[in-house]
């Protein structure tokens, strides 16, 4: 059996009920047969034993009282999984999905991710399966307070930042970080997507939707191709599906249906941004919403049929393995050209396999999704040196993460015999550092 192999029948054999967490590690290994073939080291060392478990988990108690005076209790998490390159650094989620598997399959995700945009994090991931739908704001912000409470002794602005993921936005990274303050009594930059008066960057709350788009532009540019006068099918109405949205238009693209978990909305028209935004980001309410502003369009409750929208380019942005093998086989014969995850892991395995096999231009989440730690990195160094960027400044340097991101993972493609495959270059340009940097420091 080779040395991959053997690595993934530990992981499987070890984390037992993970599926998510085998699924991102089995995807990742198999793409490094090929580094692993010229570093024989590697396997002398156990790198990839030790790449595969997590430094830290840490599983708590969330207690909090509701508006009706009666005791809740969640379960919180913070996987620290490598911090050879920087600070842990990753989201937090807070969704009742959420468990041990599914944070250790985004920490382990996040490593790579952090790792390509250049900038010195490590991989880390959090959470709790609290679902905050529904919740008062009083209700949050006890939670929030009570989840803070155990986490803030793991955390600091050296040594683990958390920021958001779904369900968590800024009014949760604001309570956090008024608890977190209090108890630690210092000012420090311990939470990134905080509020713009307290710490936060600009283009924070826009970055990994914006950052999305530069990449996918830079590889359909490759190829001839530009959003300019494209059609283009988004899923999810969350952080990231807004401001994907957002920058597709400013390009000329005309983007025709957006999703929640209840259904999709399909306006052939070209979907209004500022009802999303409200409905979504103000009123916290329902995408259906939107045909009440919008009768001409339609709503349609079920959240995986937007993939039968013929488009363009797809970007799939609410959440992992919400586009199967159907769903892509679906896009290919309606003559989608480019598919961009802005989610974690939101094709399965055998999506992608449809996309490689029909030549569509496939970029994987860790890639196309890390301007948002990005630009967490970028508040980090902001709050570090207690300035702040102007709009233009960030979005500048986010711009040029993203069009990096996209030339590393296409050169380490070439360079191992796999061009055009994003997929494995994102993957080996992703690990070729930590994975130096871990030799280096020994067999910690
Ligand atoms: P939000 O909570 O802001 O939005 C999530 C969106 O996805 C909502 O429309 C939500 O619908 C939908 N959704 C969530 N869970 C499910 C589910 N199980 N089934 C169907 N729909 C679902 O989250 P974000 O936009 O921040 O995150 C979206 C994705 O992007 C996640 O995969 C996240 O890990 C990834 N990501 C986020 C980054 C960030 O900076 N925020 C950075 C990099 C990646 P509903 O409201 O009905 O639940």
């Not at 590889?219 to 988004?234: D, L, N, P, R, Y």
């Not at 679906?330 to 892991?345: H, K, Q, R, W």
Request: glycine residues 12%; proline residues 4%.
């Amino acid at each position: 059996m080779s040395y991959v192999d053997n690595v993934l029948q530990r992981v499987i054999k070890l984390n037992p009920a993970e599926p998510e967490f085998h699924q991102a590690v089995k995807e990742v290994l198999e793409s490094l047969e090929p580094v692993i073939e010229r570093h024989p080291e590697y396997e002398q060392l156990g790198l990839l034993e030790r790449l595969t478990e997590p430094e830290r988990q840490v599983i708590f108690r969330v207690p909090w009282v509701d508006d009706n005076g009666n005791v809740q209790v969640n379960r919180g998490f913070r996987v620290q999984f490598n911090s050879a390159i920087g600070p842990y650094k990753g989201g937090l989620r807070f969704h009742p999905s959420v468990n041990l598997g599914i944070i250790k399959f985004l920490a382990f995700e996040q490593i790579f991710k952090n790792s390509l945009t250049g900038l010195p994090i490590g991989g880390g991931k959090g959470g709790s399966d609290f679902d905050p739908k529904g919740k008062s704001d009083g209700e949050i912000m006890r939670f929030c307070q009570s989840f803070i409470t155990e986490l803030y002794r793991h955390i600091g602005a050296d040594t683990d930042v958390p920021a958001g993921d779904i369900g968590v936005g800024a009014r949760e990274i604001g309570y956090m970080y008024g608890q977190y303050k209090r108890i630690r009594n210092a000012y420090e930059g311990v939470l990134t997507g905080k509020g713009l008066t307290y710490g936060g960057s600009l283009v924070r709350k826009e970055a990994t939707g914006y950052g999305l788009v530069y990449f996918v532009d830079e590889m359909i540019k490759a190829k001839g191709k530009s959003f300019e006068g494209s059609t283009v099918v988004v899923s999810g109405s969350g952080n990231v599906a807004i401001y994907a949205v957002e920058k597709a238009q400013a390009l000329g693209a005309k983007v025709v249906a957006m999703s929640d978990s209840g259904g999709y909305i399909y306006d052939p028209s070209g979907i209004r941004l500022d009802t999303i935004k409200l409905i979504k980001e103000v009123q916290r309410k329902r995408i259906y919403e939107y045909t009440e502003y919008h009768p001409e369009a339609e709503y349609h409750d079920s959240f995986t049929g937007i993939w039968n929208i013929p488009c363009d380019i797809a970007l799939p942005c609410a959440t992992q393995n919400e586009l199967d093998k159907q769903a892509a086989l679906t896009l290919v014969s309606n003559g989608c050209f480019a598919v961009g995850e802005g989610a974690n892991m939101p094709s399965t395995p055998e999506a992608v396999e449809v996309f490689l096999n029909n030549g569509i231009l496939f970029s994987p989440g860790k890639a196309s999704n890390a301007g948002g730690v990005a630009v967490s990195a970028l508040e980090m160094s902001q709050n570090s040196m207690r300035y702040s960027w102007s709009f233009e400044e960030v979005d500048a340097k986010l711009k040029d993460i993203m069009v990096n991101i996209y030339r590393r993972a296409s050169e380490a493609a070439r360079e191992y015999g796999h061009e055009g495959n994003l997929v494995v270059g994102a993957n080996i340009a992703g690990f070729m550092k930590v994975a130096d940097a871990m030799m280096a420091q020994g067999i910690v």
